[in-house]
């Protein structure tokens, strides 16, 4: 091996995913095009390169890199390149200038080792001066990351994230214990820290492999929505999956057991096996809700009857008699669950029982499991509606830098009532927590659609409560007249009930445009948003449609419906500053979904006058400013607070011209479209086309083939997902301990 020591002067190829970079190395003598994975390579750098020469039959002569360690530049031409290169947050081309015009070939020493000199500079406080010394410092730590992991196999995209959960342990953590990748850093999964495992020499039959591979078919689980799993199926997905005998498998799942790592239940086939937060979560969903709906209030001094007709007059509405019964029954009840389709009235319902407590003087608090179904409750009660986390008041514990919910058993919820609207979309983590911080009096109404896609989360909270038939349940099921004047209101019940749809009735609102192949769907799809519905209706064609995918990938999914909307809505323009990160490109004006909770994410008014912190999985902004010297995205969300974005961050953010049905649950949107199209059967439900539809408020329109949109009607299966919360509240009525 041959080693060649110069400055990089010229970058000619990076690939970002892999690492593979062309570059131009300055050498004593000449320059030198060199080659291979070198991912951290910026201009300007001295770098020392070990590999040999080939002869490229299409480039001549490169030297091909096997491994390369960066030096500090000594020069204050190098010095330059490397601080105006962007690698450094905070200095750019003028502020680079500025540090080598005050301290020449010591400016790096300065930055590293005293980097509070550099407020003698102009512009430079001492809030910056210490943001670019530990951008320099993390800088340098990353390059040493990637450059000790690139052996295993792992990208620098992923180094980048290691780092940021990890920090200056991270080889450490990584070479201890490689499965912990997968546990904690998103994207990177069983078979890729598998794959690192082995590299490192480790053997298939390594108890931590085994016990790796047990805890992350139980967390697979998770995902598609089960609390638990059979033991014979964690059996047989984990000895798959490690391609290794069962005898094995059922071996560590005691041991596991034992150790309090998983935990066993019997069942009445076989034993369940849990992770231990789930099992705790949907026993204790279980006890607290008979606890709360088994206690006994003291008669109300009121005439229901008379007060419901009162409050008719003053609103002018009138309930139906399932609308009443749901008003009486809040008030009997210490749980009540009200569930209906669109247009059945569950609004006005909430907002009559609203009254009556008010007119009895209690404390009512509402909530909603995420930040744009709070919003949508707000609106229609004209009321304060939290998001669950909110009303839980998610904090920092004083124990541990970890988040919590400061509500609790401990320190409970004061309120006299609490209202949850959107439950369908709560699973059994956090309806625990929720439980958890209501005392033993406070009346609890749960509001949801029964038919709704399940929480994205583990369980199937709503719809096991009102199976059990243990918790009262009042469901709405008259459709109003006012209601019925419009096709989306009609049209989702008949998809409820696998009828046929009205389609292209003349001045309605739900409309059908045959197209069949994937390239006409996406052409009429584009033609809609850039062009017809905004001349027709007057939208703007950015904020009021919103385009729901039932899947990711593919012609018709998020990611390329996205790519080519992002062309028509909002396309390059030598105005809009744009930045370049895993293969996106933000660009200011870009609609962008946060796609992960945030609690600690600090947000601020543009006035400056408001301030305050957490952002939520769901929430849709618009990028409002991009920093490139500072390396920011800022997003306005809620057409008032700002959030400021880190590059590092921007994993938190997709772009949203359009979105999954999924991730539409709790919103609403003036004008839906809906690609209809071949997709996995298990992607062409009738409740995710429900669900779908029931997410526009005046305009839904399918583009697509007719045959997909009947299957879908069709298609009433629903997966089932291993929950125990229905059978364990079905217990109290068969074992005789309900009081009724």
């Given at each position: ?23 131009s190395l ?6 030198v ?23 490229h ?7 091909e890199?096997s ?15 490397y601080?105006?290169?962007?690698m ?17 070939v ?5 930055i ?6 550099l ?15 530990k ?22 995209n992923?180094?980048l ?21 997968a ?47 059979p ?7 984990a ?18 057991a ?6 066993l ?5 076989e ?5 231990i937060p ?9 006890k ?5 709906s ?36 809040a008030?009997k ?15 006005t ?18 909530g ?7 919003k ?29 919910f400061?509500k ?33 009096g ?11 896609l ?6 199937n ?10 918790i ?38 739900f ?15 584009l ?18 449609i919103?385009i ?27 105005l809009?500053?744009?930045e ?22 600090k947000?601020?008014?543009?006035d ?80 995710l ?11 839904v ?12 009607i ?27």
């Open positions: 091996m041959e080693k060649i020591k110069g400055m990089i002067v010229d970058i000619v190829f990076k690939n970002e995913e892999n690492g593979y970079t062309v570059a300055e050498c004593e003598d000449n320059d095009t060199i080659v291979g994975c070198m991912p951290t390579l910026t201009l300007g750098e001295t770098i020392e390169v070990e590999g040999k020469w080939i002869n039959k299409v480039y001549g002569m490169q030297f890199v491994s390369f360690m960066p030096s500090t530049p000594s020069s204050v031409d190098g010095i330059y390149v601080l105006s290169s962007g450094i947050k905070g200095i750019g081309p003028k502020m680079a200038q500025k540090i080598i015009d005050k301290f020449g010591n400016s790096l020493d300065i590293q080792m005293n980097p509070e000199k407020t003698q500079i102009d512009g430079i406080g001492t809030k910056k001066a210490d943001q670019i010394g951008s320099f410092e993390e800088n340098r730590e990353l390059r040493n990351l990637i450059i000790n992991l690139s052996k295993y196999g792992i990208s620098p992923y180094c994230k290691i780092y940021k959960k990890y920090k200056n342990k991270s080889v450490e953590i990584v070479e201890k214990n490689p499965y912990k990748l546990e904690d850093i998103r994207g990177i999964g069983f078979k890729l820290a598998d794959n690192i495992a082995s590299k490192m020499g480790i053997s298939p039959y390594s108890k931590d492999r085994i016990g790796q591979g047990i805890i992350y078919t139980l967390n697979k689980s998770l995902s598609e929505g089960h609390t638990f799993l033991k014979s199926k964690i059996i047989k997905n000895s798959s999956l490690l391609e290794i005998e069962e005898e094995y498998i059922k071996d560590m799942i005691m041991k596991l034992l150790e309090q790592k998983i935990q239940e019997k069942g009445p086939i034993d369940n096996v849990y992770l789930y099992y705790i979560s949907e026993n204790g969903v279980c607290k809700l008979i606890e709360l088994q206690y006994k209030f003291k008669d109300i001094k009121i005439d229901i009857e008379e007060e419901i007709k009162k409050i008719e007059e003053e609103e002018n509405i009138k309930l139906a008699n399932n609308q009443k019964e749901a008003v009486i029954q008030i009840k210490g749980v009540l669950v009200i569930t209906g389709g669109p247009g059945t009235g569950k609004t319902t909430i907002n009559t029982i609203i009254k009556i407590f008010e007119n009895l003087k209690m404390d009512i608090c509402l909603a499991p995420t930040g744009r179904a709070a949508r409750m707000s609106e229609t009660t004209n009321k304060e509606a939290k998001t669950i986390h909110r009303l839980l008041e998610m904090g920092y514990s004083s124990e541990e830098n970890e988040l919590v400061m609790s058993d401990e320190d409970p919820l004061d309120t006299d009532v609490l209202i949850i609207d959107e439950v369908s979309m709560v699973d059994v983590l956090l309806m625990y927590n929720l439980l958890k911080a209501i005392k033993v406070t009346r609890v109404i749960l509001v949801g659609d029964s038919d709704q399940p929480s994205v989360g583990a369980g909270v709503l719809k096991d409560i009102i199976d059990s038939d243990v009262k349940v009042v469901k709405l099921n008259e459709i109003f007249r006012q209601a019925k004047e419009s096709m989306i209101v009609v049209n989702a019940h008949k998809i409820n009930k696998g009828e046929s749809l009205y389609l292209n009735a003349k001045d309605k609102d409309y059908f445009i045959q197209k069949n192949n994937n390239e006409d769907i996406v052409k009429e799809i033609n809609l948003v850039h062009e017809r519905l905004p001349v027709y209706y007057g939208i703007d064609n950015i904020k009021d919103q729901l995918s039932p899947m990711r990938k593919g012609d018709t999914g998020v990611f390329n419906l996205n790519a080519q909307l992002q062309k028509v809505l909002n396309p390059k323009d030598k809009k500053v744009e370049s990160f895993q293969k996106r490109i933000f660009r200011v004006g870009d609609k962008v979904m946060q796609i992960k909770n945030n609690y600690t994410k947000w601020e008014t543009e400056g006058l408001e301030k305050g912190e957490g952002v939520y999985n769901g929430d849709i902004g618009y990028i409002y400013h991009i920093d490139k010297e500072e390396k920011n995205i800022y997003v306005l969300f809620d057409e008032s607070k700002i959030i400021s974005y880190d590059y590092n961050e921007l994993d938190e953010l997709e772009h949203s011209f359009c979105t999954t049905i999924h991730k539409s649950q709790g919103s609403e949107f003036p004008v839906i479209i809906i690609p209809i199209t071949w997709a996995p059967p298990m992607l062409l439900t009738r409740n086309l429900y669900t779908a539809v029931t997410r526009a408020k005046k305009l329109v399918l583009v697509g083939d007719i045959k997909y949109l009947n299957y879908m069709k298609n009433n299966r629903i997966y089932d997902r291993h929950s125990n919360l229905k059978l364990k509240l079905s217990r109290f009525i068969e074992e005789g301990l309900l009081i009724e």
